[in-house]
């Protein structure tokens, strides 16, 4: 190796999300390889040996990367269906398209997703991929490859379904998986590609689909599975009304005890929406430190309701943002998702008072980290941690007037990423992506897309 390489970002305001909630008007950033080495007011106090890369970030907000908690790649395929429909008549009408996918078009789907998302400043994403046709290909792997071709964090949850129309489930036979086949090739997954060290660019989880597509035996096993693996678990939850009436006819309770009484409640488990959560839901979430990914656009699009953040933050649930599929959030990006978060709660019984600006950049930063059990290496900027690192234009037309620069960023329109940083490698600089062609990706997307509808017969 030559001489260390170091990125000093200076000249810009910081947000650091860490415990404190520590901000500089005016600071600077050290970078040295993968890591922070410093940040902290004013400019660098000392002159630094070496090659250094020095970046005047005048003009600037740096924050950690932001984190996304919950998506479904392939669903770029499948952006502005179902317009108007609630989530189960939204799932019969795509179930049979998504059951033609292949490893072409997940690749393509995933490429769009990734790409979409670290233009906007996303540097750990995660992917609930859930649908696996016969003889479709390495599907999960064409995901994997697609987020090391962009350069971001993964964590591709291995997703699964085994309850069919025939056995009173909702999606068609034909776009599930034998119990046992689904197990097998999640703890496949996990041994081939799961990389538990500090740092890693890949991780697994373990990720059944929701309580109407699996049965009771899979939830089981597969929590079970992942415990005996040692990585986490992730899954739909509370969604809709429908999925509440769906679990008490079938199951004699609602959603967060079966949940409970199938063993996914626990500190190693997130879960997407919880947007029909009692206080006692709440509670047992808070108790047993099951994180939640918070899928605001998604909830909106599909009418599915409003998720009680600001009660499950005074609990104590650690809460994460979710881009969600894009074929019920064509946004694909998860900017909207921060501001939408704190828009919608201000909806709801809060009011003004739901969600501060702070509120929301800490969920889609910090949060997420904690939610993918990854707070102790990215998700705030702080010395010692991962250099997931993003600046923000805010002195451009859409910006230069907001008084406050996160509030620039919450509340303002979608901000420039002038730098981004990924495990201190720069991903986008001056809102281009240097890892593919944006072009490129989206030309190959479109013919992937129609290649579908035309598989899908529609
Ligand atoms: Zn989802």
């Known amino acids: ?23 500089y008007a005016s600071g600077h950033l050290l970078i040295e390889g993968n890591r922070i080495e410093a940040v902290g007011e004013g400019p660098a106090p000392v002159q630094l040996p070496g090659a ?3 970046v005047d970030a005048t003009g600037h907000l740096a924050t950690p990367g932001l984190v996304n908690t919950h998506h479904h790649f392939y669903q770029w395929l499948t952006r502005g269906l179902a317009q108007e429909s609630n989530l189960f008549d939204w799932l019969v009408t795509l179930y049979p398209v998504w059951g033609r996918i292949d490893e072409a078009m997940v690749h393509a789907a995933a490429r769009g997703s990734l790409a979409m998302m670290a233009l906007g400043g996303v540097t750990t994403a995660s992917d609930h991929h859930y649908v696996f046709p016969a003889g479709a290909g390495d599907l999960l792997g064409a995901e994997i490859r697609a987020a090391r071709e962009i350069g971001v964090r993964f964590t591709a949850c291995r997703g699964s379904m085994d309850r069919g129309v025939s056995h009173g489930g909702l999606p068609p036979d034909f776009a599930v998986e034998a119990t046992d086949d689904a197990l097998a090739a999640t703890e496949r997954a996990v041994r081939e590609h799961h990389d538990p060290s500090f740092g890693s660019m890949l991780r697994i989880a373990v990720a059944p689909c929701s309580p109407f597509s699996v049965t009771t035996e899979l939830m089981r096993e597969a929590a079970a599975l992942a415990r005996r693996l040692g990585v986490r678990l992730h899954t739909h939850g509370s969604e809709t009304v429908e999925e509440e009436k769906f679990c008490h006819e079938l199951f004699g309770m609602g959603p967060t005890a079966y949940f409970e009484a199938t063993g996914w409640l626990g500190p190693d488990v997130w879960m997407a929406h919880c947007v029909h959560m009692t206080d006692a839901d709440i509670a047992a979430f808070s108790r047993t ?27 104590g649930v650690p809460v994460g943002l979710g881009v969600d599929g894009t074929a019920s959030n064509e946004s694909g990006e998860l900017h909207t998702e921060l501001r939408n978060a704190l828009l919608i709660n201000r909806l709801g019984p809060h009011r003004e008072r739901a969600l501060t600006a702070r509120q929301a950049l800490r969920l889609g930063t910090r949060g997420g980290a904690e939610v993918l059990g990854r707070a102790g290496e990215t998700g705030s900027l702080e010395a010692g941690k991962l250099a997931d690192v ?13 008084a406050d620069p996160v509030a620039a960023l919450v509340l303002g329109p979608p901000a420039p990423v002038t730098l981004s940083l990924v495990n201190g490698v720069p991903v986008v600089e001056n809102g281009r992506l240097l890892t593919a062609d944006e072009d490129t990706i989206a030309r190959t997307a479109r013919a992937e897309s129609r290649r579908l509808a035309t598989a899908a017969g529609r």
Request: aromatic letters at 2%.
């Open 1 to 23: 190796m030559a001489a260390t390489q170091r990125i000093l970002i200076e000249n810009c305001a910081i947000a650091t999300v860490d415990g404190d909630g520590t901000e």
């Open 52 to 54: 250094v890369r020095r």
């Open 289 to 315: 430190g099951t994180g939640v990914a918070h899928c605001p656009s998604s909830n909106a699009r599909l009418a599915a309701g409003i998720a009680r953040v600001p009660d499950m933050l005074a609990a």
């Open 390 to 402: 993003v600046l923000w234009r805010i002195d451009g037309l859409g910006h230069s007037t907001i």
